[in-house]
């Protein structure tokens, strides 16, 4: 049994979500290309064919859409977690092991993880046996930001608020929480408090550093900033959605 305060959180999960999912379709139509983390640097020819990817921002729009007002609920999440994580087989990994010259750095593989987080998100929103999945897919990326704030620390030092002091301690001590939390719901120990504190986490990123970072410029120059705020949105959702898993079943 799920009390209604974990009912609630796992609804706000799925429309934080499903913004998320909606807003990168409407900026893909905006901005006349997929963002950035969908596809590797050298299949962005995509973005070339207008037609293209005036179809794939409106699927993302319209499955967005499906995921908030839960119409086809499962179905839509399915079909969207399966081609996130296709793409991630097909695309990214042939692309960093072929392609990538810097396949052994551990920071090319960001955007592939990125990938990896939203299909791992899908799975989750869409229930029954593809959670177990989703929850293991999005708990290793995870894992793998917090290595990432341990590994690029001094280069990410600038994107802290410059009103935040200790810049370093800070990027250490998230990257920490990520670890901690990943590990946590990987394992299935004391998931639900680790995958709500996690998602709180996130929401407090997205309010002091996403949201003034994607409007400190226009949105027409502003596509990665305002890319990363909904992704990280999206991050939010999941945890949350992941919070009201039961335990016992996963």
């Avoid at 990665?224 to 909904?230: C, D, I, L, N, P």
Wanted: charged fraction near 10%; proline fraction near 4%; aromatic fraction near 14%.
């Amino acid at each position: 049994m799920h009390s209604p305060s974990h009912l609630n959180l796992s609804n706000m999960g799925r429309v934080f979500y499903g913004i998320a999912i909606a807003s990168m379709g409407l900026l893909t139509i905006y901005y006349r290309r997929l963002p950035y983390m969908m596809i590797p640097p050298k299949h962005h020819w995509l973005s070339d064919h207008v037609i293209w990817v005036y179809i794939s921002g409106s699927l993302l729009l319209l499955a967005g859409i499906c995921i908030i007002f839960e119409k086809k609920l499962r179905q839509v999440s399915l079909l969207l977690g399966t081609i996130l994580l296709l793409i991630f087989l097909f695309y990214f990994i042939p692309y960093e092991l072929l392609a990538s010259p810097n396949f052994k750095h551990f920071g090319d593989w960001e955007n592939a993880a990125k990938e990896l987080s939203l299909a791992g998100g899908a799975l989750v929103i869409a229930g029954r046996r593809s959670i177990p999945l989703g929850v293991t897919l999005f708990a290793l990326t995870i894992v793998s930001y917090s290595i990432d704030h341990f590994l690029y620390a001094k280069q990410a030092a600038g994107y802290v608020p410059s009103w935040v002091p200790y810049h370093i301690f800070w990027l250490y001590l998230t990257g920490t929480a990520l670890f901690c939390s990943g590990i946590t719901i990987l394992l299935n120990i004391q998931r639900r408090l680790a995958a709500t504190l996690l998602g709180i986490m996130i929401f407090i990123w997205v309010v002091i550093l996403h949201i003034p970072y994607a409007l400190s410029a226009p949105l027409a120059r502003n596509e990665g900033e305002v890319t990363s705020a909904f992704l990280a949105l999206a991050y939010c959702g999941i945890a949350f959605a992941i919070a009201r898993v039961n335990s016992t079943r996963v």
